[in-house]
């Protein structure tokens, strides 16, 4: 089951109201099961430099199934996969992606947030992750 | 006066309805004065290749603030700039990219539709316009 | 001889001169004889996307030693070369771009202009390459 | 306020005689508040692998609002963002890139510089800011 446009508007609205109780302003990036941008909402105040790492955790997660954090144990110092950063047009390996899953396992998308530290980042993921699970019930 | 996050909500949801009214599945693209994507919104069944279209539009429409379908006029053949469509990582000189204007003339961004036929994409994109300049008054 | 900060001062402000005389704002971008950007300069409310048809003008003059119109000669229906403005990224066979060279015919570098209609760009260029002619003298 | 042609002739005049007292040849990139290239001087002498650097410093300044180096502090060793330099098309997170700011906190765009060591290009970029500053008052 992809992601539905009614699944990507309560992630959006709820990972923003998130952000506003936090006193940020995020970059939410939502994509489909096969990475391809399903929606967007950029906050006002939040610095261009969060556009792309929005998009980049998101596509973090959706290629590899996983948070985006995850994939550093892959590549990180002494792991067995040095530079799997630089495939895929450049990973995002740190918090703030999320794969988002069907209740069958499978695939939907996944959403990706930047614009605070990853601390924040991954606090205004996570409600839009529960907003989406919501969505499913 | 950049676009805000409020006026692109007004936009996409009033390009929604009039895509709902229309039976069409459609993508809007909204981007801030300096090309950069500021909200994204993939009805559901819109085909993939729209979603590249409805950014293009888009910058196109940004870049050279008009319509995009105005930029026709100076690549066309016989035209003073043959391949200008080459310019700018590739432009899209057709009908669906409009530019969003302030009340005193100062550029606040654009947006684009894809999903329909041109002239479907034009009505669409047209609704998303007025909901701009509503949000204005 | 390659291009010199010097002349590229030259050739920037008689250019802006003429372009402000002519009521347009312009971007001009020069480049050394290897193609690389040299001095670039925007007049207040030139349209974003005049940045890269500048570039891609200066950039056609300097890869053929010609004029960025002549290419269109070699590409034009029925010419020998179709698409060829595919080639080196994307070529801008129309004019505004000018190749500069030496007294003794060796490759200086280029100009390219853009903001206006093609006819105002060519005017403005020239006044440009006027400036870098007397700066040889 | 975005920056206009005058704050930047300023920039580049002060960051060029900053570099001529200092004996070096510099490149000075100078974008606005959404990334565009507004101004450049590559000083006669000047490495080609500095043009790059000067623009790509002043990108990283202008995405993040902040001084080029301050972006080391989010993915350096054992820092939260690992590899985040490969964003937005490659970081630079070392010094030289400045962003520009309006009296009213508003970003105004950036300036990159690189010709030089870091301290050096830090102390030409900081002539350019000073240059910048005056403009404004």
New interface residues.
Partial sequence: MPI???N?QAIIDHAETKAREMGLAAIIAILDE?G?????????GA???S???AM?KARTAVLFQCNSEDV?DYL?PGAPAPHL??SNG??????GGIALKCPNGGLAGSLGVSGG???QDTKIAKAGLAAFEATLR
């Fill in positions: 539905s446009a009614h990507a096969g391809h941008l399903k929606a967007f909402h950029r906050m006002d610095v261009l430099g556009i792309d790492i980049r550093w990180k950063e630089l450049g990973l995002a390996p740190y918090a530290t990853i601390e």
